[in-house]
């Protein structure tokens, strides 16, 4: 063991006082988990006190050591270390825990508490995000290797790793090889209903050995010595490392080894008999021993001071690079007349990846269908980190926690693709990117059922209009090449959040100009044909703008065609914004989307009319499907003049 080391009656009271401390939070909000409080303790005391490099004043520096909390139920432990480690979270923030607005949520969430480096509690996602921090490490430091050098750890449990999700981003991690990513897992043989024996006997240590990673068992989660030097000896390992240790759930408290010390706060009575087992001296309420603190403290800030500095020259350089962009999107209209849209967004994911050399990202083993691969670049791998192109493989929710990771850890830019009907997949994932405003971007692309032949199991239908339900995340659809463009753009600068594009395989056309195509995004919609006296207003998006189009060109009333790649966008502006965009003029509002209706009533008004999708489609070619679904003009043109009585 390294002399550096606290002294081990000293840890002992460290962690035995972290211990009550988070049990007085959750006993004080009647609600918690002091289960993991209870057990988990002594890992997260040796993270904080002898391993992570970091600096609880600038808790968001780019070269720290990142840590998630998976089993992020466990919130109430990690608050009482941060405060512990000098983080900017005081007594009052404690007491606080669970309550409005404070500090200290129910579960992590990053941006409120100081320290948290990742939002979570839906299990499994934490591993993966941990995964696209250590990718996102793993790329950085190749091109940057005196900037950015850190490990990234993570804490799991029993519910982490029995989620699907943990296969997927484990043994991506494997495969990649990520040195420097050291898991934790705490192996108390628990869940929350009871013995983790009744629904999973998995061996998790033999699991992530047949995935490429170093292993290692701890058989006394007490064991401080063992822990240390486990962490120690995975530093140095050329895999991912997973320390099982095996601890006891609820330890030293009244339910201790059973479910009942997951979820069950412990009474005033029971905190006190706490107190007395694990003979804590006695403190204020919500505060540790200053001495304590002092300790803990002192070893971080050595550790921290020990660490190399990178000159002026190299941080430059990296600044330079993570912050070169191009201020305005590409113009498309030599190259992309009447092409699908995922064509066009290949077209623009070219121009882009040139003036943004931070961008990478994959497919879900989908890149040739969705045309997601960054020319001129490998792929990603152990042997070549500067890599711009992401295998991902078929792991489609995993792709989008990696995602978030690499997002949150900084640096880059990163897109993953996938078909527009899997984004059910991973659509947990695309939730926790608006959770914690992450500029993610997600390329969905087969958007309707133009898919054809492979049949309504891979047609989207309600899976348009249920990305656009989600707070907090950029749905955009763009209806001509300029518009891909701008989509692209815009997703590309965004900087607070996620943006879903949808690029299908119906055709584009170049209307319009690259002003509208802005206001498209910005303000919503774009008018693409415009008649001063229209009487009818077709509305559409996507490759369905084009069918609005030949619509236009068979009525024999006089129509403009709207382009509203940003439904949500549009439906946030007052009225009068509204108006500018689709005049209040007593015209007919059609809206026409190859997916479900519901959903645009409120555009339509009252007498509009909605052509849409509100059933599964059929295996046919794609112009067969489109007619079987009265999605053609003829059929669209005879509607609109039946209900206008001509």
Same mark, same amino acid.
């Given at each position: ?14 962690? %035995?006082?972290?211990?009550?401390? =988070? ?26 006190? %002898? ?33 512990? !480690? ?9 007491? !606080? ?42 790329? &950085? ?94 530093? &140095? ?5 997973? $320390? ?72 430059? =350089? ?16 030599? %190259? ?27 497919? !879900? ?66 939730? &926790? ?67 879903? &594009? ?63 790649? %940003? ?24 809206? $026409? ?54």
């Amino acid at each position: 063991m390294s002399e550096t080391l606290i002294k081990p009656d000293i840890a002992t009271q460290t962690i %035995n006082q972290l211990r009550l401390l =988070a049990n007085q939070m959750i006993t004080k909000a009647g609600s918690g988990h002091p289960g993991i409080a209870l057990g988990a303790a002594p890992m997260l005391y040796e993270l904080y006190a %002898n391993q992570l490099v970091v600096d609880p004043a600038q808790p968001n520096a780019s070269n720290r050591d990142r840590f998630v909390l998976s089993a992020g139920h466990g919130s109430a432990l990690l608050y009482a270390t941060l405060h512990a !480690a000098g983080f900017a979270l005081s007594a009052a923030d404690l007491a !606080a825990f669970r309550q409005p607005h404070s500090k200290t949520p129910g579960h992590p969430e990053v941006g409120v508490t100081p320290g948290v480096d990742a939002t979570t509690g839906p299990l499994g996602q934490g591993l993966g995000m941990a995964v696209g921090m250590a990718m996102a490490e793993a790329k &950085l430091h190749a091109q940057f290797p005196t900037v950015i050098d850190h490990f990234t750890y993570a804490l799991v449990g029993d519910g982490d790793l029995m989620e699907g999700i943990s296969h997927e981003v484990a043994t991506l991690a494997g495969q990649q090889g990520l040195a420097k990513l050291i898991v934790l897992y705490d192996d108390n043989q628990v869940s929350l209903d009871g013995q983790r024996a009744r629904a999973d006997t998995a061996d998790n240590v033999a699991r992530f050995a047949s995935y490429g990673w170093d292993v290692r068992r701890i058989t006394d989660g007490n064991d401080l010595a063992a822990i240390h030097d486990a962490i120690e000896n995975a530093k &140095l390992s050329p895999e991912p490392t997973l $320390i099982a240790v095996r601890t006891t759930i609820g330890d030293s408290g009244p339910y201790a080894g059973t479910h009942q010390a997951h979820g069950t706060p412990l009474t005033p009575a029971q905190l006190q008999a706490l107190v007395d087992d694990l003979a804590v001296a006695k403190q204020p309420e919500f505060s540790l021993d200053t001495v304590l603190m002092d300790q803990m403290q002192d070893h971080i800030a050595q550790r921290l001071a020990k660490q190399p500095t990178p000159s002026a020259a190299d941080l430059q =350089a990296y600044l330079a690079w993570t912050q070169a962009q191009s201020l305005q999107p590409p113009t498309l209209h030599d %190259n992309a007349s009447q092409q699908a849209a995922r064509t066009i967004g290949k077209i623009t994911l070219q121009a882009v990846a040139q003036t943004w050399p931070q961008l990478w990202g994959g497919a !879900a083993d989908l890149a040739s269908s969705t045309q997601t691969t960054i020319a001129d670049s490998p792929l990603f791998a152990p042997d070549n980190r500067t890599g711009r192109n992401i295998a991902f493989g078929v792991r489609e929710f995993g792709m989008g926690a990696v995602m978030n990771g690499i997002a949150l850890h900084g640096g880059t830019k990163v897109f993953g693709s996938t078909f527009l009907a899997f984004s059910d997949y991973m659509k947990a994932a695309i939730r &926790l990117s608006a959770l914690q405003q992450v500029p993610v971007i997600y390329v969905f692309t087969h958007d309707s059922v133009t898919v054809g032949e492979d049949g309504p199991t891979h047609q989207p239908v309600e899976q348009l209009m249920g990305l656009r339900l989600i707070p907090g995340v950029n749905v955009l659809r763009p209806g001509t090449a300029e518009e891909v463009a701008a989509a692209w753009h815009q997703a590309l600068s965004s900087i607070d959040t996620p943006t879903v &594009l949808i690029l299908g395989r119906g055709s584009l056309g170049v209307q319009g100009t690259p002003a509208q195509a802005q206001q498209a995004m910005t303000a919503g919609a774009a008018q693409i044909v415009a008649a001063p006296d229209a009487s009818i207003n077709l509305i559409a998006t996507g490759s369905e703008v084009q069918l609005a189009l030949a619509v236009s060109q068979q009525l024999p009333q006089p129509s403009r065609v709207i382009s509203m790649p %940003n439904l949500q966008r549009f439906l946030s502006l007052d009225q009068s914004k509204k108006a500018a965009i689709i005049p209040k003029d007593s015209a007919k509002n059609v809206i $026409i989307e190859a997916g479900t209706t519901l959903g645009w009533q409120a555009v339509a008004g009252d007498d509009g009319l909605i052509f849409g999708l509100d059933h599964f489609g059929i295996s046919a070619a794609p112009q067969a499907v489109l007619a079987d679904v009265g999605l053609v003009a003829e059929v669209l043109t005879e509607k609109i003049m039946q209900d206008l009585g001509s």
